[in-house]
């Protein structure tokens, strides 16, 4: 206990009443007192408050009628007296001991004129207005000046029989001279609050806030063109009651202000424009009613309806969002560890692959990608043709789930352990209502479906800003419309999306995820870096899978036709020693073709994966003839039209083949004279065998074999 604590007696005791807070000046063991202080309120002064602040060029105004004025609420200094209580230090020291003087349970950190406000509040405002003309701190340093000769003279004050003739002895000295009752509660508030001037502060929190309804004149800031009373007064709850109406029956989606406001004047208030004499228009009202002018329909909107709700109303809650308010955080302060959380999305690739048939584009490819939370690095990336599909969210989890040497190695890369370690799905997962928030992109295997998938506000990129901000972002051209075409095909673009994928995990800087161990350990600021750190220290929610778990559970489900040499798919073939050696093959040659059940990547039939029930079988693509392995690169709708064309080609050459053989049919008639393949069926066995004919041949085949002249 020290000098300002702030005591009560709950029950009264001795001097003290209970229901006041007293403040502890001096418990003196050599005059054998205990002395108190409390603050208490004046009795309002009901002349003083109607003469005081009222507007002297009002005459009609009444205080009784419009409200309290500033004074009756008790607010300032001059509205406490400070008075004494006296003690004997034994019965001081008694009611401590004995429960009935107590500690406050809280201790305020101002005198009570200041009411709610603290300290903080205080600094606050001498920042908002530093080119003030006087400065608080000039105030209370004034003030100050006259307080230090008691201040270092305290030991004196306090000894002294009564303490209060001492101190209104030395205000009535002071130059210029100080009013006694509030030097004296001055003097005792800077005692009794831990000596700082901010006791001495003015109180500001009722400034301004007297009850202004129904006050008959016209209040705030004069106009400088047409006069201080020019105008109509909106205290009135009647105007401000049509002026919210106005508001609420205007107000929309886009709608400004301004335009509020001149739809509520003429049609809620009855308002006209018309022309002045200056030229310029302006509202007036035929009947001479009262109506609010822009600035106080604008100023009772503001009090009625909070900024953020109307910005929401009029902006929309995503701009506000994006634009409008400030940051509430960062995604990465609520996750620890790896895949602890992910989040996924998917943008569509801007460059345009040529078709296989004539003038024709094959569709765009987006790419889907998932994102780690907590490292940064992109955990699997996944690919569908011509839309946003569900399969290419499953294909990002099943690239997440595997190696990712095998998984670049099905589109025909090369990467090294390091290049890509990330391996395993996680738990909770976070996208945006489109196809990866359906049931068809969680995985066929119930087991390893998500525990937790949360789905983001549409159209809102905050919600997932962690993959969003990671997307390939393009410049935006003005003027006509272009577009960029190239000569890769479907499973190239792929491939440039991968090692995007790869690169941005290897130079995307991170440096805000790490924390001051990482960067101690000299963590590098990639998320692969990220990766490998947590990795060792066991921090990850991963969850691990077997590749054929991971085939089933995500690859999109085809079937495939085992002829005796190969099956196929989309009439392309496939075959691997794994497939001859299942005996598939034979089964195939002594019973007929028939149906299994495949997987495969939609952008990538490289190779696919017949199951056998028992067994999952990769098979590969082949060539007719021995050629470059680099066009067996295709996707399915590379397939299909690859397909179209094959089967075109047959029916083309269908009528070809006959036109062929009638051209050269009509060329043997027209050098011999005879039809092509003029020949008769005679019953019977031919006569090469008989003697005459024997006798034929031996006598012309001679002249028929060429000698070169010689016999």
Known sequence: MQMGSQLHAPNGFDVLCKGIVYHLLRNDPKKQRAILVSFCRKEPNKKKASGKRGRKS???????????????LGTSIEDYSAVLSFLSSFQFELGLGGGDILLCEEQRELPPWFGTLKIDDLRACDLRHPDRKVSHEARTSRLMTHLEPLVHNLDQVLSALLPDKLINAHARACQPVQHEGRFRTAFYAYLCFGCTTWALHYSFQSIGRWDRKNYRGKLGRPSV??????????????????????????????????????????????????????GNMKFIHPAGLPFPSQDQFNYRIGQAFPLKERQTHKYGQARVRNHLTHSLGRFTESVSSLMERTEQDGYQCKEVCKGYLPGSHLPPLLTVRIRCTASGIIAGVGFSVGAERASAYRMAMFCAAIDKVKFAQLFGLELSPQDWPSRGISP???????????????????????????????????????????????????????????????????????????????????????????????????????????????????????????????????????????????????????????????????????????????????H????????????????????????????????????????????????????????????????TGEKFDQSTNKPGRSKRGKKVSIADRQATVPHMQFTDGRK
């Open 58 to 72: 009002d005459k009609s105004h009444d205080p009784t009628q419009d409200g309290p004025r500033l004074d009756s």
């Open 225 to 278: 063109q047409q006069g201080a009373q020019h105008g109509h007064g909106c205290t009135s709850q009647e105007m401000q009651d049509r002026i919210i109406e106005g508001y609420r029956k205007f107000s929309r989606s886009g709608v400004h202000l301004n335009t509020i406001y001149r739809r509520t004047v003429v049609q809620i208030f009855g308002c006209v424009p018309q022309k002045g004499p200056s």
């Open 428 to 606: 909770h997962v976070i996208n945006d209502r489109g196809p990866g928030s359906t049931s068809k992109a969680d995985g066929k295997e119930e087991a390893f479906q998500f525990i937790i998938k949360e789905g983001a506000p549409s159209y809102s990129g905050q919600s997932k800003a962690t993959v969003e901000t990671l997307h390939p972002k393009a410049v935006k051209k003005e003027g006509s419309p272009t577009y960029k075409e190239t000569q890769k095909s479907i499973p190239q673009l792929a491939q440039q999306e991968i090692l995007r994928a790869v690169r941005d995990n290897n130079a995307t800087d991170v440096t805000n995820r790490l924390n001051h161990r990482s960067l101690i350990a000299g963590v590098q600021p990639t998320p692969v870096a990220i990766w490998n750190h947590l990795d060792s220290l066991g921090r990850s929610h991963a969850v691990n899978m077997r590749f054929e778990e991971a085939v089933r559970a995500y690859l999109t489900q085809i079937e495939v036709t085992v002829q005796d040499d190969a099956v196929y798919f989309r009439d392309a073939r496939f075959a691997s020693t794994a497939l001859t050696d299942s005996g598939v093959l034979q089964a195939a040659h002594d019973t007929g073709r028939f149906k299994l059940k495949g997987y495969a990547l939609d952008v990538c039939v490289r």
């Open 608 to 671: 696919i994966w017949v199951d056998l029930g028992h067994q999952l079988i990769e098979v590969d693509a082949q060539l007719s003839i021995r050629d470059g392995n680099g066009q067996l690169y295709m996707s399915v709708v590379e397939l299909e039209q690859i397909q179209q064309i094959r089967r075109d080609g047959k029916r083309e050459h269908q009528q070809h083949r006959q036109a062929v053989h009638a051209d050269f049919e009509m060329r043997l008639q027209s050098v």
